[in-house]
């Protein structure tokens, strides 16, 4: 079963017109096979019965006129009337192996016709004269030779048949093909679309179409896309006003510090002031998620290069690896805030960050590497977690509130792609991000 399936075609296409082919030569072999067995053998005896019969009636003709002048006008008369040419051999015999048979259809009939009309020994040659067939057969006086045409013998309607049974499949077949493809279009286009959206991406010329269960399955994508626009649109205009409202608190503690002096109370809280906002920060960026941004084509080299400067801006020293002339279509404002959480994350722990990225197949590999001290193999995925802080060997968000790694999967994930942690090269730790070109 499993070697059938390796030989299927995959595509809802190429399974569509298996369905319809495979029925179809089935009837062909079966209508051939009975029509071969039925037909063409019984028109080819009824053929070569009524040839073996015209000799029989000319082998009595002869013997009822026996004289030269009625034998030559029989011969004479015989290919216009019988469509026969006839000569004979005065004293011939035939010899034991002349007299063979045969295993084509044809000889096959027509020897069995001649043992019921004719009764009489014979030889039949089907090779040596082009469309013709000769036929000897042993009378008391000689040999006599018949010349006749194949076609009296075979009947064309056969190949007709048969070129009518190809015709008409392969133009039954091409219509098959033509409507398939109309019907498989809208469901290729319903899977674009949900790719596209799954990635991000605005898709807004789908339209249902195609057969009743595709048009409803495309009317309910349609309504699944905008019940979580309006969701993210929701969200997004809530978060903006939550955003603002914590603003104008945070601006009033921080003018009414300023008023306070340089002293110390008043640095410390300038401090937590400080520490609120960033974490304030941290969780609107989180929970807001991608917001409102279109996604574009963005030439990834560039877009590394910026984020890498960014993060030497503060310190950190980046080797930066990048294929030019990659373009990739994502949320370019998200993908920066991707990687600079990426590349902050390691600069808190490393000495050297390596950020790489090449074109595999159809994938985009984009990886962070470090020699900083890693992150033990059975706590990678809890770093995921939303507000995870990792105590052991190495806090990825030191000085934040554990979302640094939640929103950069969050935003690969959004885009179609995946993103791992696996041990560097360079000794600490590489984060894998892949992404569908």
């Known amino acids: 079963m499993k070697m059938i399936k390796h030989f299927l075609p995959r595509t809802l296409l190429g399974r569509s017109i298996l369905i319809v082919v495979v029925p179809l030569i089935m009837l062909q072999v079966v209508t051939t096979f009975i029509f071969f067995n039925r037909h063409w053998?019984?028109?080819?005896?009824?053929?070569?019965?009524?040839?073996?019969?015209?000799?029989?009636?000319?082998?009595?003709?002869?013997?009822?006129?026996?004289?030269?002048?009625?034998?030559?006008?029989?011969?004479m008369v015989s290919p216009g009337n019988l469509g026969l040419e006839l000569s004979f051999e005065e004293g011939a015999i035939l010899s034991e192996e002349t007299v063979k048979k045969s295993d084509g259809l044809i000889e096959e009939m027509l020897e069995q016709g001649m043992d019921e009309r004719v009764r009489r020994p014979f030889r039949i040659d089907n090779e040596n004269f082009g469309d013709k067939v000769q036929v000897k057969i042993q009378l008391p006086e000689g040999v006599l030779n018949v010349l006749g045409k194949?076609?009296?013998?075979?009947?064309?309607?056969?190949?007709?048949?048969?070129?009518?049974?190809?015709?008409?499949?392969?133009?039954?077949?091409?219509?098959?093909?033509?409507?398939?493809?109309?019907?498989v279009r809208p469901i290729r286009r319903l899977a674009a679309a949900?790719?596209?959206?799954?990635?991000?991406?605005?898709?807004?010329?789908?339209?249902?179409?195609?057969a009743a269960e595709v048009r409803r399955?495309?009317?309910?994508?349609?309504?699944?896309?905008?019940?979580?626009?309006?969701?993210?649109s929701q969200r997004t205009e809530m978060l903006a006003g939550v955003s603002h409202d914590l603003g104008t608190v945070l601006t009033r503690m921080k003018l009414e510090l300023a008023m306070l002096g340089d002293s110390s109370e008043a640095k410390a809280l300038a401090a937590d002031v400080a520490e609120m906002e960033h974490m304030i920060e941290g969780y609107l960026a989180f929970a807001r998620g991608e917001g409102k941004e279109n996604a574009e084509p963005v030439k990834v080299d560039r877009m590394l290069a910026e984020v890498?400067?960014?993060?030497?801006?503060n310190g950190a020293e980046i080797e930066l690896e990048a294929d030019t002339g990659m373009t990739i279509t994502l949320r370019h404002n998200a993908f920066r805030?991707?990687?600079?959480?990426?590349?902050?994350?390691?600069?808190r722990h490393a000495q050297h960050i390596r950020l790489a990225a090449q074109r595999r197949d159809h994938q985009l590999e984009i990886t962070v590497d470090d020699d900083g001290p890693g992150i033990p193999e059975d706590r990678r995925e809890d770093v995921f977690k939303a507000f995870f802080r990792l105590d052991e060997a190495r806090n990825l968000d030191s000085g934040g509130v554990g979302l640094g790694l939640s929103i950069s999967r969050d935003i690969v994930h959004a885009h179609g792609?995946?993103?791992?942690?696996?041990?560097?090269?360079?000794?600490?730790?590489?984060?894998?991000?892949?992404?569908?070109v």
Not at 64 to 70: I, L, M, N, P
Not at 172 to 177: D, K, Q, R, T, W
Not at 217 to 232: D, E, P, S, V, W
Not at 417 to 436: H, M
């Open 308 to 313: 890498a400067d960014n993060a030497r801006r």
């Open 150 to 183: 194949r076609k009296l013998l075979f009947s064309s309607t056969t190949y007709i048949l048969i070129l009518w049974m190809i015709g008409t499949s392969l133009i039954l077949l091409a219509v098959a093909i033509i409507f398939m493809r109309n019907q």
């Open 194 to 210: 949900a790719d596209n959206f799954g990635k991000g991406r605005d898709v807004p010329y789908f339209k249902p179409e195609g």
């Open 417 to 436: 792609g995946e993103i791992s942690l696996e041990t560097s090269p360079l000794g600490g730790l590489r984060v894998g991000v892949l992404l569908p």
């Open 337 to 347: 805030r991707c990687f600079g959480n990426l590349l902050g994350n390691a600069a």
């Open 41 to 75: 053998e019984t028109i080819s005896l009824l053929l070569s019965r009524s040839f073996s019969g015209n000799i029989s009636m000319v082998i009595d003709t002869m013997n009822r006129f026996s004289e030269v002048e009625d034998r030559e006008w029989i011969f």
């Open 217 to 232: 399955a495309a009317a309910a994508f349609k309504l699944m896309q905008a019940r979580i626009q309006r969701q993210i």
